[in-house]
T-cell receptor, first 113, second 114 residues
Framework: GAGVSQTPSNKVTEKGKYVELRCDPI?????LYWYRQSLGQGPEFLIYFQGTGAADDSGLPNDRFFAVRPEGSVSTLKIQRTERGDSAVYLC???????????FGPGTRLLVL | GDSVTQMEGPVTLSEEAFLTINCTYTATGYPSLFWYVQYPGEGLQLLLK?????DKGSNKGFEATYRKETTSFHLEKGSVQVSDSAVYFC?????????????FGKGTTLSVSS
């Protein structure tokens, strides 16, 4: 079946702009996670959704970052007033429930100029 | 807090050589342990996992044993192939928390030559 998909695959923006990154999880998966992977590092947790609600947003670096999952399926990660330090690969993962194996999407590579 | 430390790369081997990538962890409670692999140009894929002490995870000739006494989960393969060239990530997930996030090591790059 279809895996986790993320759009766009690449995004180039200017400092100060607003961006939205989309994640389409595997159908039926109730748990959805966002991670950020900087160059040469492992992925770092940002936020976790169980259904429509953000159950854990402790990894969001500051209030410029926000994520939603209004219908319990597709999720959007939103970054306001982007900074050059936000440049990274943003990964989305989903799992059938919160304690099962996470399946990762291909990521969105964000470059802030 | 919880953390994962894995050996730094790159690791460069000839085909059919023996592979070990070390991974140790710090965690409260009893985490599940994972190895993920990222092939060039592809997304993260689960390679193997173990959910309790002394469990051995295995897949595609790779193995790792959950050692609670040494807080380790070293990845091994008896005979590597060129197609195993990738970045390998060790990770943990705390079982006793709802909505568990994965905590990753920094990754180890493996390069296998023929």
């Amino acid at each position: 079946g279809a895996g986790v998909s993320q759009t766009p695959s690449n995004k180039v923006t200017e400092k100060g702009k607003y961006v939205e990154l989309r994640c389409d999880p595997i159908s039926g998966h109730t748990a959805l996670y966002w991670y950020r992977q900087s160059l040469g590092q492992g992925p770092e947790f940002l936020i976790y959704f169980q259904g429509t609600g953000a159950a854990d947003d402790s990894g969001l670096p500051n209030d410029r970052f926000f994520a939603v999952r209004p219908e319990g399926s597709v999720s959007t990660l939103k970054i306001q007033r982007t900074e050059r330090g936000d440049s990274a690969v943003y990964l989305c993962a989903s799992s059938p429930t919160s304690r099962e194996t996470q399946y990762f999407g291909p990521g969105t590579r964000l470059l802030v100029l | 807090g919880d953390s994962v430390t894995q050996m730094e790369g790159p690791v460069t081997l000839s085909e059919e050589a023996f592979l070990t990538i070390n991974c140790t962890y710090t965690a409260t409670g009893y985490p599940s342990l994972f190895w993920y692999v990222q092939y060039p140009g592809e997304g993260l894929q689960l390679l193997l996992k173990a959910t309790k002490a002394d469990d051995k995870g295995s897949n595609k000739g790779f193995e790792a044993t959950y050692r609670k006494e040494t807080t380790s989960f070293h990845l091994e393969k008896g005979s590597v192939q060129v197609s195993d060239s990738a970045v390998y990530f060790c990770a943990l997930s705390a079982l006793n928390q709802a909505g568990t996030a994965l905590i990753f090591g920094k990754g180890t790059t493996l390069s296998v030559s023929s």
